[in-house]
């Protein structure tokens, strides 16, 4: 494997993909730990395909690409190759919508089915500011959390609680459950860390000059 000489913006990429019904506020948890913005009246089915944020964690320059869905979650039609790529998952339901969190069940079997075996998974309670209208119990999603094997979050892009810790905490997780490959690279590549290569390798160049921000529609 090749220990390229440019220098890295990063040192490992990795994909997190952000699952749940229409409505849970997906969209917004992205624009918000991305650009810390919170946008309340943007047209629900119109969502960005993903955001980029890097985060240094132990040291480590780790990039993430965050993939939201622009409303195919609606009508199903998420395709497989979508969970193919996936390091991490964000697994999001509305703490006011009792329906969104009985369907995280459903959201976590097409992740078994069709994401890689070592996915990482979090769960995500949102809309915590809306107290009035919790049909969720915080209890409730804690134990679905401890069933699956998953760290568990309340968060809301509308005040941004908890939107740091939750995707820092899924970042975290990727890249402790990738260490192994990223140690042997760090060995191949001597002093330096060229993480990224492991990306490029897979063909899937997303260069640190061709992976700004798409638009942000919402
Ligand atoms: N009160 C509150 N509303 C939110 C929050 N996050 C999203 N919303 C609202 O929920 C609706 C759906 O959000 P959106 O991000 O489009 O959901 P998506 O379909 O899952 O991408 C919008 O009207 C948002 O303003 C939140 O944390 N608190
Ligand atoms: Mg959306």
């Known amino acids: 494997m090749g220990c390229s000489t440019m220098a890295k913006q990063y ?4 994909r997190l993909l952000l699952l749940g019904d229409s409505g849970v506020g997906k969209t917004c948890l992205l624009c918000r730990f991305t650009d810390n913005e919170f946008h309340p009246s943007h047209i629900s089915t119109i969502g ?3 955001k980029m944020k ?5 040291g480590i320059k780790v990039r993430i690409q965050i993939w939201d869905t622009a409303g195919q979650e609606r009508y199903q039609t998420i395709t497989k190759q979508y969970y193919r790529r996936a390091q991490g998952i964000f697994l999001v339901y509305d703490i006011t919508s009792e329906r969104s969190f009985q369907h995280i069940m459903k959201w976590a079997s097409d ?4 994401a890689p075996d070592k996915v990482q998974k ?3 309670g949102n809309k915590s500011d809306e107290v009035d ?8 999603g804690a134990k679905l959390a401890r069933a699956y094997g998953m760290d568990f979050f309340e968060t809301s892009a509308f005040t941004n609680h908890n939107i740091t810790e939750t995707f820092t905490r899924l970042a975290e997780q ?13 060995i191949s590549c001597n002093d330096e860390l060229n993480l990224a290569a492991l990306e490029e390798e897979e063909g899937l160049c997303d260069g640190p000059d061709g992976d700004q921000n798409k638009g942000c529609w919402c």
């Open 174 to 186: 990727v890249l402790a459950a990738n260490k192994k490959d990223l140690d042997l690279l760090r």
């Open 133 to 140: 209208k919790r049909q969720v119990a915080t209890e409730q």
């Open 54 to 58: 890097t985060l240094v964690i132990d």
């Open 11 to 14: 040192d490992v990429l990795f």
């Open 48 to 50: 960005v395909d993903f």
């Open 122 to 124: 979090i769960l995500v």
């Open 111 to 114: 992740v078994d089915e069709y």
